[in-house]
């Protein structure tokens, strides 16, 4: 009997081991298949174009196919609730940018929880966005002269600003503006970054919060000038711009991050895994010099570091779309 229950007692440590070594061996096993990252936006915009280049150099430190899969549509709702969905085994694997903690404020029936559905990897890009004013419109060179000419000047009557659609970033920092600053102006929104853009550099509209690639063109042109930009520093590409909240206007601390992040369970051992194949192709210099060339920042940031941003970010989004009372259609 004694010797049975020995036996017993043998395999069942033996049993626990294997189970102890599993996560291991699987991260070491990870990845042995191809990687499909979804970008839930269609093909050709910023968010696509990160993803792309990070899908690039994954599948060459990985040693396995990378594909980008594009999933738009509902705020980018329609890919993450995919990905949200898909098996936790960091096969699927979502690129998104800030829309994903913003859209349960903005959309009455978010089918996924960002924080409880998803784990967050790490970023790949950051950038804020730059309060731009139209040449053609405005006469201010510096915020002081903005807010002087906005609130006071004649051009107060008639004002615009554009965005990329209701509910975007730009869009929801442009009413936060509004109301920091106790003025009035119509939201006119454009199919695109593209077209706002022109909207703005032609004069059709006064002001917009827009990334710098999209506004260096019409900069360097002086078409249009920059005022200040969101953040809690200021950026590398304009050190002589302050920020808003430098300025003494609070609720624009939030920069955009484009980011990786897997569905809930996926395996720690797994997770960073990627974070620090991520974070070493963030580093890498052809990389760097690509980001920078478009306005970003290089990400790579820890783990736990860019979970607790997600969760500042979700709460902050909250109370500026609760601030500006906007009402989900």
């Known amino acids: 009997m004694t010797s049975r229950l020995r036996a017993s007692a043998l395999k069942l440590l033996v049993l626990l081991g294997v189970c102890a ?3 291991a061996a699987l991260a070491d096993a990870y990845p042995s298949r191809s990687i499909r990252i979804v970008v839930p936006y269609a093909a050709g915009g910023g968010a696509d174009a990160m993803a792309r280049l990070a899908a690039e150099r994954l599948q060459v430190h990985l040693k396995q196919p990378v594909v980008v899969d ?10 993450s609730d995919m990905v949200a969905k898909a098996r936790p085994d960091g096969y699927t694997l979502l690129f998104n940018i800030p829309a994903l903690v913003q859209a349960p404020a903005l959309q009455p029936s978010v089918p996924f929880d960002p924080v409880r559905d998803f784990v967050p990897i790490t970023t790949f890009v950051s950038a804020p966005v730059w309060l731009s004013v139209s040449a053609s419109r405005l006469k201010a060179a510096d915020f002081a002269a903005f807010k002087e000419e906005v609130q006071k000047g004649p051009a107060r009557h008639r004002l615009e600003y ?6 975007t970033t730009n869009h929801l920092y442009g009413e936060l503006l509004l109301k920091s600053l106790n003025i009035q102006a119509v939201h006119v929104p454009y199919k695109g970054s593209a077209p706002a853009m022109l909207a703005l550099a032609g004069g059709e509209t006064a002001f917009m919060l827009v990334d710098y690639i999209t506004l260096r063109p019409h900069v360097e042109s002086g078409s249009v000038r920059i005022m200040a930009s969101t953040g809690v520093r200021r950026h590398k590409l304009t050190p002589d711009v302050p920020t808003l909240a430098e300025l003494g206007y609070p609720g624009f601390e939030s920069v955009g991050w484009g980011a990786f992040f897997a569905p809930k369970d996926t395996p720690p051992d797994v997770v960073a895994k990627l974070q ?3 974070a070493e192709i963030t580093r890498e210099p052809q990389v760097v010099e690509k980001m920078v060339s478009l306005g970003y920042e290089p990400g790579g940031k820890p783990q736990a570091e860019f979970a607790r941003e997600v969760h500042g970010d979700l709460e902050r989004w909250r109370r500026t779309i609760q601030t500006i009372g906007f009402k989900p259609n």
């Open 21 to 23: 070594q599993a996560p």
């Open 70 to 79: 594009n999933r738009p549509g509902a705020g980018s709702v329609i890919g």
């Open 162 to 167: 554009g965005s990329w659609g209701p509910g």
């Open 276 to 278: 620090s194949v991520i």
